[in-house]
């Protein structure tokens, strides 16, 4: 099997962890050749894998689904809900065959002056403010508008990003598998306003209302200026990402070592 592996941090090209990995994807007959981009995948690969965190793994993503190719994230980073597995349990699983794809749903950003054009993103599209003044955003589902919520920023996260930056603006947490999406304000001065979840088949529309000329868009890792006066509109793309499991994987499992969820001393024996 033809590998190509991609890493965001150059200081891991030397990790021995790493290193230690490759040798033994060689030793076990797999071909494993290193990219930086999409253009670098050569023809006839199968699967790409991440290298590093979770950062690491959105920006494999985004080449990954460039390319129609799986992905698989081995952890060198720290959480790792998205690059879950240790890199000792890839050359045996890759091996046995033990092993799955599944699919994920991403979002598409769209409609502000944009060179690049579309946008997709894993985890979520993030709106923010740009200067002091704090943010109104205008929000429609389905053209029917939500109350402007006052805040910092505005969030949409797919059911993969629950976990992420959704989390820490108070979002809930939801199974990878659920086809929702996530509307989450970012620090909000309405205190009556709360994160809300709809279908992913919802057009969600976003506009703004600030002092300032430019609002920040983030899509995923990658950010952008964009005129105050502008529009975003966000839909979700179902099953856009081809995710490589490994046998054994369990998102409650991650959920409890990753955030100590459910971490009380009359849990400790379950």
Partial sequence: MKLSYYIQDSRLELDPKVL?????????????CPVS???EVQEGTEMLLSFGGDGTYLAAAAMATELD??????????LGFLSENKPEDVTPALQRGDYYVEKRGMLCAEGWCSADGPQLALNEICVLR??????????????????????????????????????????????P?????????????????????????????????????????????RAYDI?????VS????????KRVVLGGSNFIEALRAR??????VRNMNQ
Avoid: K
Wanted: glycine share 10%; hydrophobic share 45%.
């Fill in 177 to 221: 598998d659920a086809r929702v999406l996530i509307i989450a304000p970012v620090a909000p001065h309405n205190l009556n306003v709360r994160p809300l979840v709809v279908p992913d088949t919802a057009d969600i529309r976003l506009s703004f209302r600030s002092r300032d000329s430019r609002v920040r868009l983030s899509v995923d890792n």
């Fill in 234 to 241: 966000v839909h979700a793309v179902p099953e856009a990402l």
């Fill in 20 to 32: 230690g990995l490759l040798a033994e994807l060689g030793a076990a007959g797999f071909d494993v």
């Fill in 259 to 264: 955030l100590l969820w459910g971490g009380d």
């Fill in 69 to 78: 190719l799986p992905v698989l994230g081995v952890n060198f980073g720290r």
């Fill in 130 to 175: 740009e200067g002091a003044a704090m943010l109104g955003i205008n929000v429609s589902v389905d053209s029917r508008p939500l109350p402007t919520y006052w805040a910092d920023g505005l969030l949409v996260a797919t059911s993969s990003g629950s976990t992420a930056y959704a989390l820490s603006a108070g979002g809930p947490i939801c199974m």
């Fill in 227 to 231: 005129p105050a006066d502008s529009s």
């Fill in 37 to 39: 981009a999409a253009g």
